[in-house]
């Protein structure tokens, strides 16, 4: 399968042809478009997307952004003590987007050999270091029984599977309620069922992702929050009280897309 990738100064996005109109894939985290935004972090491994930009802040002296700005330049990238060039930083930004669409798709994209040398070599590793090697393979069901017959020599070593139930609504309206909690937004306003009716409107959808598709669902609704705060007739009636109370015309996110 062939698919569209466009790496974009703030946000990054892929794509694929379908029925003569183009698709857009969701990243691992539910979403259509991918911050473009790398997190250089202490073990040596990196973080893109969402998870860097919510850090970016804390972790500003170790994030790259806007490094589409830099490509084709002699641009010196120094995080944690080693340099990158822009191409260098961009091309982390692409391998997530290649992988999150491999993974959405459950296909071999065209000129991806990334994966099958991965495969190869773990196979290997695994006959090779069998006596002294654990190896866990994790994902939804659909996918890992795909990843499962790109290789025969897989299935005969996985010796054992374990499926974990999906959280019910009533899990996952609690994993909302703990998530604003530790947000430190006040939700006392706002129902349960107010509360598990939004959940169920969108916990069916094929990318929504259990207790990720929650935690993407808080974040909307933080950003409809913020923009009604910032609305010109708001202005001045916002207290302390307000800029962490979720209200229920913050679950009005219809057409957030981010």
Same mark, same amino acid.
């Given at each position: 399968? %062939?698919?569209?990738?466009? !790496?974009?100064?703030?946000?990054?996005?892929?794509a694929y042809i379908k029925d003569g109109k183009p698709q857009p894939i969701a990243?691992?985290?539910?979403?259509?478009? #991918?911050?473009?935004?790398?997190? /250089? $972090?202490?073990?040596?491994?990196? #973080?893109?997307?969402?998870?860097?930009?919510?850090?970016?802040?804390?972790?500003?002296?170790?994030?790259?952004?806007? =490094? %589409?700005?830099?490509?084709?330049?002699? #641009?010196?990238?120094?995080?944690?003590?080693?340099?990158?060039?822009? &191409?260098?930083?961009?091309?982390?930004?692409?391998?997530?987007?290649?992988?999150?669409?491999?993974?959405?798709?459950?296909?071999?994209?065209?000129?991806?050999?990334?994966?099958?040398?991965? =495969?190869?070599?773990? =196979?290997? &590793?695994? $006959?090779?270091?069998?006596?002294?090697?654990?190896?866990? @393979?994790?994902?939804?069901?659909?996918?890992?029984?795909? /990843?499962?017959?790109?290789?025969?020599?897989?299935?005969?070593?996985?010796?054992?599977?374990? $499926?974990?139930?999906?959280? #019910? @609504?009533?899990?996952?309206?609690?994993?909302?309620?703990l998530t604003m909690e530790r947000k430190?937004?006040?939700?006392?306003? !706002?129902?349960?069922?107010? =509360?598990?009716?939004?959940?169920?409107?969108?916990?069916?959808?094929?990318?929504?992702?259990?207790?990720?598709?929650?935690?993407?669902?808080?974040?909307?609704?933080?950003?409809?929050?913020?923009?009604? @705060?910032?609305?010109?007739?708001? !202005?001045? %009636?916002?207290?302390?009280?307000? /800029?962490?109370?979720?209200?229920?015309?913050?679950?009005?996110?219809?057409?957030?897309?981010?």
């Amino acid at each position: 399968m %062939k698919i569209g990738i466009d !790496l974009g100064t703030t946000y990054s996005a892929a794509a694929y042809i379908k029925d003569g109109k183009p698709q857009p894939i969701a990243n691992s985290e539910g979403e259509n478009t #991918t911050p473009s935004v790398v997190l /250089f $972090e202490d073990d040596g491994s990196v #973080t893109v997307g969402s998870d860097a930009k919510e850090r970016a802040l804390i972790e500003l002296k170790n994030t790259v952004s806007t =490094v %589409k700005n830099h490509m084709g330049t002699p #641009t010196e990238i120094i995080r944690r003590g080693k340099k990158y060039s822009p &191409e260098d930083v961009s091309s982390m930004i692409l391998k997530k987007i290649l992988q999150d669409s491999r993974s959405a798709l459950g296909e071999q994209i065209d000129g991806d050999t990334f994966g099958m040398e991965a =495969v190869n070599t773990l =196979v290997s &590793e695994m $006959e090779n270091n069998r006596d002294n090697l654990v190896v866990i @393979l994790a994902g939804y069901s659909r996918e890992m029984q795909k /990843f499962i017959d790109t290789n025969p020599g897989i299935r005969s070593r996985v010796s054992r599977v374990i $499926e974990f139930e999906d959280y #019910t @609504l009533e899990n996952m309206t609690d994993i909302f309620a703990l998530t604003m909690e530790r947000k430190g937004y006040d939700i006392s306003g !706002l129902s349960r069922e107010q =509360v598990s009716g939004l959940i169920d409107q969108y916990c069916h959808e094929k990318d929504f992702g259990n207790g990720r598709g929650v935690r993407n669902l808080c974040d909307k609704i933080i950003r409809r929050h913020d923009n009604r @705060l910032a609305a010109p007739d708001n !202005l001045e %009636k916002i207290d302390d009280r307000a /800029f962490l109370t979720i209200t229920a015309e913050d679950l009005n996110i219809t057409g957030d897309s981010n």
